[in-house]
């Protein structure tokens, strides 16, 4: 899995009985070269146009990469690839309008599937779009099988987008889910900007600003945040030039509060996305690398109030970083055997559909 992000390829060696997560045996991060990531960001927040060629390089540039993130997880267990029965592979989003029908993940499969030796599964959005739906999220199937529980649950996963899963119960009919907009999209453009590092590490930099309230009430006039699901969106979408179009004035604000007010839209966007699904919910998991961000974590938790416990999905199973890999693997299996992988009251579609395409090893 590599999210909206690109800071790198997540690979996980998952075991399953049927249908039933077992355990995580072990797991790889692989970063992207420096230029193909810078590549891969121009690509997806810019869309500039690009030749057919430098596309199709592009294409097999990520799954070379996405082949060596299968190998270093393979040899960081002492597993052999006849071991493994599938890989199943998200590819990179470079493109997606759910409400269009478009998405775009690169990354050939052929070729993860020949250098790698093992049957590989991919391409899993494009049958739900086919079906009407957004094509996303498609984690909240997974997040059932994991999370479900006794009690009022949400699953929140923060990658570049912020996506929630809502358990009201354990009944698989009662799953929702949605993006609700950027997740530490805007604020890794922002500090990247100003500071060249990839991320706000902890949040400290947000956490040494103030929130700026007439910028944040300008980026909640979007109507994304009002609209109803299903809905999806894409990192080419929530970028700072779509902030500035909001409020043209962001660039003469001091860098520190823009930080704390992009770190509060986030927080402020999940917690009105949660509450709009209903109110007394119990737990608050919350997965992906804004797991991370203890500034968010402790707005979240305030805006959340105090009868929800937040918690990282570390202590519930599965690590925060693992969640997404672990799901397309999930995936994965659920193609090879047959089942549906989207769920309808999620994306949108007009059923359920076996997701993706097998490239045989
Ligand atoms: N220690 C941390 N402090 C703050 N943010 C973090 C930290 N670690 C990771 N992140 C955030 O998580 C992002 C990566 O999260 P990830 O779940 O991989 O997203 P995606 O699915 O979009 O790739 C980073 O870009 C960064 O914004
Ligand atoms: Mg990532």
């Given at each position: 899995m590599s999210g909206t992000s690109a800071d790198g390829i997540d690979a996980v060696i998952a075991e399953f009985d049927g249908d039933r997560f077992i355990r995580v045996i072990g797991s790889s991060h692989t970063e992207y070269a420096a230029e193909q990531r810078a590549r891969l960001l121009t690509l997806s927040l810019n869309q500039p146009a690009i030749t057919l060629r430098e596309l199709s390089l592009i294409d097999?540039?990520?799954?070379?990469?996405?082949?060596s993130a299968a190998q270093h997880v393979l040899s960081a267990t002492g597993i052999e690839a006849q071991q493994i029965q599938a890989i199943g592979s998200h590819g990179q989003t470079v493109f997606h309008e759910g409400p269009r029908g478009l998405t775009m993940q690169l990354g050939?499969?052929?070729?993860?599937?020949?250098?790698?030796?093992?049957?590989?599964?991919a391409d899993f959005?494009?049958?739900?779009?086919?079906?009407?739906?957004?094509?996303?999220?498609?984690?909240?199937?997974?997040?059932?099988?994991l999370f479900a529980a006794d009690e009022r649950r949400c699953v929140l996963n923060i990658g570049g987008i912020a996506n929630v899963t809502l358990l009201p119960d354990k009944t698989p009919q009662a799953v929702r889910g949605f993006d609700t907009g950027p997740g530490n999209a805007l604020m890794d453009e922002w500090v990247q900007l100003h500071h060249n590092v990839a991320y706000d590490v902890d949040g400290a930099f947000g956490a040494r600003g103030a929130v700026h309230l007439a910028l944040l009430d300008a980026l909640l006039t979007d109507p994304y945040f009002a609209a109803k699901p299903p809905k999806s969106t894409g990192r080419d979408y929530f970028r700072l030039t779509?902030?500035?179009?909001?409020?043209?004035?962001?660039?003469t604000l001091d860098p520190r509060d823009v930080q704390a007010t992009l770190c509060e839209l986030t927080a402020v966007t999940v917690a009105q996305a949660i509450h709009s699904q209903g109110t007394n919910w119990a737990r608050v998991l919350v997965c992906g690398g804004g797991a991370r961000n203890l500034l968010l974590q402790r707005r979240l938790q305030a805006l959340l109030g105090p009868k929800a416990v937040l918690a990282t999905t570390d202590g519930y199973g599965l690590g925060a970083e693992l969640i997404e890999a672990t799901a397309f693997a999930w995936l994965a299996m659920r193609t090879l055997a047959g089942g549906p992988g989207n769920l309808p009251a999620v994306t949108g579609a007009s059923k359920p559909a076996i997701l993706g395409g097998i490239y045989p090893a």
């Open positions: 097999i540039g990520i799954a070379d990469r996405f082949a050939d499969p052929s070729r993860i599937a020949a250098q790698t030796g093992i049957t590989t599964v959005r494009r049958r739900d779009l086919a079906l009407g739906g957004q094509g996303a999220p498609l984690v909240p199937a997974f997040h059932h099988a779509w902030a500035r179009r909001l409020f043209p004035a962001l660039d």
